[in-house]
């Protein structure tokens, strides 16, 4: 009689512990951050790939148990590395927010309660300044509105708020630093 293998055939893993699994992995993707990411995506695609294969034999919490925390996972994976890497999409972004978005919204909320404050005092004109600009608010039964003249004094707070988000989202710092992370 000819010898019989056998093969352990994977148990299909149901909408619950294949969200688990992917709460993991997300869970690990937001710990990889500071990882380059094409090998982060490669890392994460492979460890994934495991612990279906895993949770598949042995279970979703047994595979989850043994793999451990995806906080420890990344930290082995970025203790690998030479040293932490800015992250110049995160500095951008947060640029973005700080030296266009923040400014534009202070200015918008600033100019409607200057025209509003002018129609609450019975209408009419005011002459006022926001960042040394000069400006003219008008509330009337026939104008509504703001006039004002383009100064560089709004640009340069845009700009320095800007860079400053940069610089912190980015965490230019660490170009300069070569220790391991750990």
């Known amino acids: 009689m000819p010898p019989t293998t056998t093969t352990a055939h994977p148990t299909v893993l149901g909408r619950r512990e294949r969200a688990r699994v992917r709460r993991w992995l997300w ?3 937001l710990a990889m951050q500071d990882h ?3 090998e982060a995506r490669r890392i994460r695609r492979d460890l994934g790939a495991a612990l279906l294969d895993d949770a598949g034999r042995i279970g979703v919490d047994a595979a989850l148990r043994e793999i451990g925390s995806p906080w ?6 970025l203790d690998a590395l030479d040293s932490a890497r800015p992250r110049w999409n995160d500095g ?19 100019a409607v309660g200057a025209v509003e404050a002018v129609g609450a005092m019975g209408g009419g004109r005011a002459e006022l300044s926001w960042l040394g ?21 709004p640009f340069a707070v845009s ?19 070569r220790t391991p992370v750990s």
């Open 36 to 38: 380059p990411a094409r």
């Open 159 to 177: 700009l320095a708020l800007g860079a400053l988000g940069f610089a912190l989202g980015a965490r230019v710092w660490r170009v300069w630093r």
């Open 92 to 110: 951008a972004v947060l640029a973005t927010l700080l030296g266009f978005g923040l400014p534009l919204y202070m200015w918008a909320a600033w």
């Open 72 to 77: 420890r996972v990344a930290a082995d994976h």
């Open 133 to 153: 600009v000069p400006m003219t608010a008008e509330n009337s039964d026939a104008t509504y509105g703001l006039t004002f003249p383009l100064g560089w004094q």
């Open 27 to 29: 869970r690990f993707s």
